[in-house]
Nanobody, 124 residues
């Protein structure tokens, strides 16, 4: 069993940066693919980024490519999302998710473990 707790969200202005963290409990974290998803009220949850178990392979949705970077530190059981050049359309609740598939995926159904989420609000 893995429990995930996100932190680092907040209110920022367009063009600013934020770094989200997701702390995981459980000894199996290092074998899991990890991802970030985001969701606005009344909208579908959207894939943002994924990283494989070793941190050597990453993938991003097109709208954040070049601005966001996903990384992980398996010694600290933590995955990060560095968000630069933030835009108002990045405003959402950001959730981290863990998959037993060590490569991870962009499909939320592949993720049995989810954090509660952290709010990111970007003002124009």
């Amino acid at each position: 069993q893995v429990q995930l707790v996100e932190s680092g969200g907040g209110l920022v202005q367009a063009g600013d940066s934020l770094r989200l963290s997701c702390a995981a409990s459980g000894r199996t974290f290092s074998s899991y693919g990890m991802a970030w998803f985001r969701q606005a009220p009344g909208k579908e949850r959207e894939f943002v980024a994924v990283i494989n178990w070793r941190g050597s392979v990453t993938s991003y949705t097109a709208s954040v490519k070049g601005r966001f970077t996903i990384s992980r530190d398996n010694a600290k059981n933590t995955v990060y999302l560095q968000m630069n050049s933030l835009k108002p359309e990045d405003t959402d609740v950001y959730h981290c998710a863990g998959s037993r598939n060590d490569m991870g995926s962009s499909t939320q159904d592949d993720y049995p473990y989810w954090g509660q989420g952290t709010q990111v609000t970007v003002s124009s």
